[in-house]
């Protein structure tokens, strides 16, 4: 099982950002996946929820109407498009996978994260 | 939205101590609850499911405990290795997904 985030970077106050997530090693069309952040120096923070067939998505308070998760199980890839983003948004952004038969989430993998820095 | 609350926020041991580890919840969460160990610079790791089984690969030194609002994750004789940030996760009563703040488990 493999997870692998990209798309991370500086963008500025406002600005967007696509991050992307390949997975490998399983059947991705089968999972529920999440994103995860870390600001620095911080805990870990929820922030949406997709169901493997995209009937059921969930976003934290925090980013609900900003940000847009999304999947294509054709190209086992997981995205997460962030507009408006702001300074509260630095963070690393993990992606990670519900174990199957897990319909409230755990985490059993993780990808090794990708950072986002929000600043003028 | 359920507040998990972790004590110690800093725990100074030895190899070969034994840890113990709080996560106390803001209602009842049932057997709910989720551990992770983050080292520096790297993603957390799944270490206990349902408040008490061990997810795979887990060494038997990580015993995870409770029910309702107060858990526990013990590690019988600290190794090396262990030396970590330790989060608890809640799955009841969702969305959201919430974590505590975390134990810094350091050595002493």
């Known amino acids: 099982v493999q997870l692998v985030e990209s798309g991370g970077g500086l963008v500025k106050p406002g600005g967007s950002l696509r991050l992307s997530c390949t997975a490998s090693?399983?059947?991705?069309?089968?999972?529920?996946m999440n994103w995860i952040r870390q600001a620095p120096g911080r805990g870990l923070e929820w922030v949406s929820f997709?169901?493997?067939?995209?009937?059921?998505?969930y976003y934290a308070d925090s980013v609900k109407g900003r940000f847009t998760i999304s999947r294509d199980n054709a190209k086992n890839s997981l995205y997460l498009q962030m507009d408006s983003l702001r300074a509260e948004d630095t963070a690393v952004y993990f992606c990670?996978?519900?174990?199957?038969?897990?319909?409230?989430?755990?985490?059993?993998?993780w990808g090794q994260g990708t950072p986002v820095t929000v600043s003028s | 939205e359920i507040v998990l609350t972790q004590s110690p926020a800093t725990l100074s041991l030895s190899p070969g101590d034994r840890a113990t580890l709080s996560c106390r919840a803001s209602?009842?969460?049932?057997?709910?609850l989720a551990w992770y160990q983050q080292k520096p610079g790297q993603a957390p790791r799944l270490l206990i499911y349902?408040?008490?089984n061990r997810a795979t690969g887990i060494p038997a030194r990580f015993r995870g405990s409770g029910s309702g609002t107060d858990f526990t994750l013990t590690i019988s004789s600290l190794e090396p290795e262990d030396f970590a940030v330790y989060y608890c996760?809640?799955?009841?009563?969702?969305?959201?997904?919430?974590f505590g703040g975390g134990t810094k488990v350091e050595i002493k």
């Open positions: 990670a996978r519900v174990p199957t038969g897990y319909g409230t989430p755990i985490f059993d993998y």
């Open positions: 090693g399983f059947t991705f069309y089968s999972y529920n």
């Open positions: 997709i169901s493997n067939n995209d009937d059921y998505i």
């Open positions: 209602q009842s969460i049932s057997n709910y």
């Open positions: 349902d408040a008490s």
């Open positions: 996760q809640q799955r009841t009563n969702w969305p959201p997904v919430t």
